[in-house]
């Protein structure tokens, strides 16, 4: 199964539907009429390279380096994009804020800091918000131990709820305990079986 | 038209108080006039809704760019379908939709139940109204659709590209489908509270409306995880965004009623409990409109911020108040008509399953909203990532998979220790087996093999109920096995569909727990250049960079990187990564150049390529891979779920279940005990 890009099978039917016809095409476009004056030449130089996006550099091991990417991964970009330094640069490409945090992690790596002084100095820099989960310490313990005492507490109530229940209600026998195991039926307790069964479903 | 529009938003928000008035009145004084006027009043703003619909579509569709709305969301070069999408792609026109919605399932609701529950449906009326009156005064006060500017503009500003994408033409409506039809199980809520009718009856009505809402949160779900794995580009389907959480949060208090609700129908237990899951439904459905519009918790899915926040946050309020302090002053009423028996049986295992749902809801809300509460408590602002999320939900996730292979077997009242040998020898021992065959291939990641252990667990539960079910009718009707089958789920939809809903959780687990063996690397290459990624399963991709291409399509100007790819030396196909540039109708970009990943997909793996983009205006490109296993089950997972769903939903003519009906009382549901 492929899928390159389900918005241009989408284009294809639109434009084979007509329903595109109405809007101007971007063949006339100022993109369009760069690629038609310059080409791409043998050199390999894009005809139209600001459609391609910011241009980007070459990605060295060290950019993938798994200390790196750990790191970043706990880092948040500044940007306003909710993401981390990682998940940003390699994804949002028009963002100058990711790559400009990870050219400083590497630096601060490259001074002999250790990822705990790394994620220190972050913090000192632009505050705990910087930070992908909050330091387990003082009021953010709450949302830490919230899942544990709320389990505890589901679990206390629904104990005791059904332990002062069990207390109050007249014992009844198990359902199924008067009920013989399977296939230990007498031919006459299936046909009176199937018969109400027949009832119900009419 | 769009003058039309206006005056149409302006009669439904009158005939909205009005109706909202005298559907109390005619509750209260049980005077049938009111009612009817109460009932045609919802009608009216059907239609009236109808035609500011028409006329927002017909301004869309004409480009009239003197209406903000119109110019703020599209262009003249956008591809009719986006054009038409584009409805609710704004803030302005998604409360259109809202209302819209609404009031067509108020009115459905009236008109199917008309003789029915008769003390109950002014009140319901009534409720619709309050709901419809609120959408339409945030849009004429507030964020009216049809708003004129001072000038008109030659062009729009166009659709954002991330939305030009086919999921974003039907992820929005069934997320606000799911939203918006939790208002009648609401309204029927409020309508009991209000009229003391307290028992199984107002259930009756709003089985169906529930399991719509659920199925259509779940489809819409679905179609935006969807969305995001396509189109975001950064090789995940979910990322605990607040917006994403705003919807996972009704679907969770949704999920939780479907279950408890069987507890009071077959034994008269947890009423309390119902009626608050069903209020807090529809109170966390208005917050998730809250923090998508307020913008109160930055997020990439809030592109359009207003003032509308506070109108939600007060209406948040008021209906939390009123719903609430409606079940504190009917709570002596709710008693339970029978108690619980046992620890170890069906009953409690729901409720263990209803816990955590909702702590998990609990935990999903406070994390959200952790940022503004540590902001108002701290004065310090923070970030909760996904990590956090992951960290309390996996462990909490993995015990309600647990529960859900539990609850349908284990027998109602108290289970003895027969029932329990019988049902869940062969489902243990698939676990067992599973879990032992996992960790002899070694597999590393200890959630990802309790996830599948788990999954064998349900899944063998699932399948031995079917066998069972099948095996009782071919023995005792002496059926065909496919025959028996047919009717094994024809005459018992609730429970079997509810399998069927259990059998796409399994496979969701089982795709998130393939997030753990997830690949990703970066590359730079010239063209014929190739680098080598190694699969989880062993086998190697060999991918090699064919070049860079530049062309014109639709409203954009597109630059393609392409890559043929073998897998272990055997040829698969050129895979096309895209930037895409967007263009307006003068043939100027409209914004920064969007990404375009290709994916190839099997049941296995994806293979997912983002063009990360060319270095220095050269056909060198910089390439982000991503190894995503098991994601195809993601899709397939939701569409079993759906399945599953509808066939709980498919009408049946035997009603509510026997002891159901006992429950209701025989005075004013006639139609019911004649069913």
């Known amino acids: 199964m492929w899928r390159t890009s389900a918005p241009s099978l989408l284009a294809l039917a639109l434009a084979a539907s007509g329903l595109a016809a109405q809007a101007p095409t971007a063949q006339d476009s100022v993109l369009s009429r760069q690629l038609k004056a310059r080409p791409?030449?043998?050199?390999?130089?894009?005809?139209?390279?600001?459609?391609?996006?910011?241009?980007?550099?070459?990605?060295?091991?060290?950019?993938?380096?798994?200390?790196?990417?750990a790191l970043e991964r706990k880092i948040r970009c500044t940007c306003g994009c909710n993401q981390d330094v990682y998940t940003c640069r390699t994804t949002d490409f028009t963002c100058t804020t990711s790559p400009a945090m990870h050219q400083l992690v590497l630096a601060r790596l490259d001074s002999g800091m250790t990822e705990a002084q790394v994620l220190d100095a972050f913090q000192k820099q632009y505050g705990e918000m910087v930070l992908m989960s909050p330091p387990k310490r003082g009021f953010n313990l709450v949302i830490y131990v919230l899942p544990i005492v709320g389990l505890g507490v589901g679990l206390g109530l629904v104990v005791g709820v059904v332990k002062r229940w069990a207390t109050a209600s007249p014992p009844a026998p198990p359902e199924d305990a008067a009920a013989p195991e399977a296939g230990t039926a007498t031919p006459e307790e299936i046909e009176q079986l199937k018969r109400a069964l027949e009832k119900f479903e009419a | 038209m769009t003058e039309l529009g206006n005056i149409a938003l302006w009669i439904a928000l009158l005939i909205g108080l009005w109706g909202s008035a005298v559907a109390f009145m005619a509750g209260r004084t049980r005077r049938a006039d009111l009612g009817r006027s109460a009932e045609r009043s919802i009608f009216a703003m059907w239609g009236l809704l109808?035609?500011?619909?028409?006329?927002l579509m017909h301004a869309l569709l004409t480009h009239d760019f003197n209406v903000e709305f119109v110019a703020a969301y599209t262009s003249r070069n956008l591809p009719v379908v986006y054009t038409w999408s584009a409805f609710y792609a704004g803030q302005k026109g998604s409360l259109l939709l809202w209302a819209l919605v609404v009031t067509s399932f108020g009115s459905i609701a009236l008109l199917t139940n008309r003789g029915k529950y008769k003390d109950l449906t002014p009140y319901v009326a009534g409720t619709i109204a309050v709901i419809a009156v609120f959408f339409i005064a945030t849009m004429v006060f507030a964020a009216n659709p049809f708003e004129r500017l001072g000038f008109t503009p030659p062009d729009g500003r166009g659709l954002n590209p991330q939305l030009q994408n086919p999921g974003m033409v039907f992820h929005p409506p069934m997320l606000y489908l799911g939203y918006t039809s939790i208002s009648i199980p609401f309204a029927f809520a409020v309508a009991a509270l209000v009229s003391g009718k307290l028992d199984t009856g107002w259930l009756h009505?709003?089985?169906?409306?529930?399991?719509?809402?659920?199925l259509f949160l779940s489809c819409g779900i679905i179609l935006g995880m969807w969305w995001a794995y396509v189109e975001l580009g950064w090789g995940g389907y979910w990322a605990w965004d607040p917006v994403e959480n705003a919807s996972f949060l009704p679907w969770l208090t949704m999920t939780a009623f479907l279950h408890s609700v069987m507890i009071q129908e077959k034994r008269g237990m947890l009423k309390k409990w119902n009626i608050a899951l069903v209020v807090g439904s529809f109170l966390l459905s208005i917050f998730g409109t809250f923090l998508t519009r307020s913008g109160v918790i930055s997020?990439?899915?809030?592109?359009?911020?207003s003032n509308v926040g506070y109108f939600f946050l007060v209406a948040l309020v008021l209906f939390a108040v009123s719903g609430f302090g409606l079940l504190w002053w009917r709570w002596p009423m709710l008693k339970a008509e029978v108690q619980l028996e046992s620890m170890v049986s069906r009953e409690a295992a729901f409720l263990y399953n209803n816990m955590i749902l909702i702590l998990i809801a609990l935990v999903v809300f406070v994390l959200t909203l952790w940022p503004i509460i540590s902001e108002a408590v701290r004065g310090t602002k923070v970030t909760v990532g996904p990590p956090v999320f992951d960290l309390v939900n996996v462990k909490l996730g993995l015990l309600l998979l647990l529960l859900t292979g539990i609850g349908p077997l284990i027998?109602?009242?108290?289970?003895?220790?027969?029932?329990?040998?019988?049902?869940?020898l062969w489902p243990t021992a698939a676990m067992l087996v599973t879990a032992l065959a996992l960790a002899a291939i070694r597999m590393s990641y200890a959630y990802a093999v309790v996830?599948?252990?788990?999954?064998?667990?349900?899944?063998?539960?699932?399948?031995?109920?079917?066998?069972?079910?099948?095996g009782a009718r071919h023995r005792l009707h002496g059926e065909a096995l496919p025959l028996a089958f047919v009717r094994l789920v024809g005459r018992n939809r609730?429970?079997?569909?509810?399998?069927?809903?259990?059998?796409?959780?399994?496979?969701?687990?089982?795709?998130?727990?393939?997030?753990?063996?997830?690949?990703?690397?970066?590359?730079t290459l010239k063209p014929g250049q190739s680098v080598d990624v190694r699969s989880p399963y062993g086998w190697t991709y060999h991918l090699t960079h064919q070049g860079i291409s530049q062309y014109s399509e639709l409203n954009r100007f597109v630059t393609a990187a392409s890559m043929d790819v073998t897998k272990d030396g055997k040829y698969l196909g050129t895979m096309k990564a895209e930037k895409r540039q967007y263009l307006d109708s003068m043939g100027q970009p409209t914004a920064e150049p969007a990404t375009e990943v290709a994916i190839r997909s099997d049941a296995r793996e994806d293979l997912y390529i983002v063009f990360a983009g060319a270095v220095q205006g050269t056909e060198q490109a910089v390439y982000k891979i991503v190894i995503n296993p098991l994601v195809w089950w993601v899709w397939y997972g939701g569409m079993v779920l759906a399945f599953g769903g509808l066939i709980t939903l498919w009408p049946t003519a035997q009603g509510p279940t026997p002891a159901s009906r006992r429950r209701a009382e025989p005075a004013g549901y006639v139609a019911h005990v004649g069913a």
Request: glycine share 6%; charged share 20%; proline share 3%.
């Open chain 2, 411 to 424: 027998a109602w009242r108290r289970a003895s220790l027969a029932n329990l040998r019988r049902q869940f």
């Open chain 1, 40 to 69: 791409a030449d043998s050199l390999g130089r894009l005809a139209v390279p600001e459609a391609a996006g910011r241009a980007v550099r070459p990605v060295t091991p060290r950019d993938n380096a798994a200390l790196v990417v």
């Open chain 2, 50 to 55: 109808v035609i500011a619909s028409a006329a």
């Open chain 2, 494 to 523: 609730r429970r079997y569909g509810g399998y069927v809903v259990h059998l796409g959780i399994v496979m969701l687990f089982a795709a998130f727990a393939g997030l753990a063996f997830k690949k990703e690397t970066e590359v």
């Open chain 2, 205 to 214: 009505a709003i089985r169906r409306w529930t399991l719509l809402s659920w």
């Open chain 2, 299 to 305: 997020s990439v899915h809030s592109f359009s911020q």
């Open chain 2, 451 to 470: 996830a599948y252990a788990l999954g064998a667990f349900v899944t063998v539960t699932v399948v031995q109920e079917f066998v069972r079910g099948v």
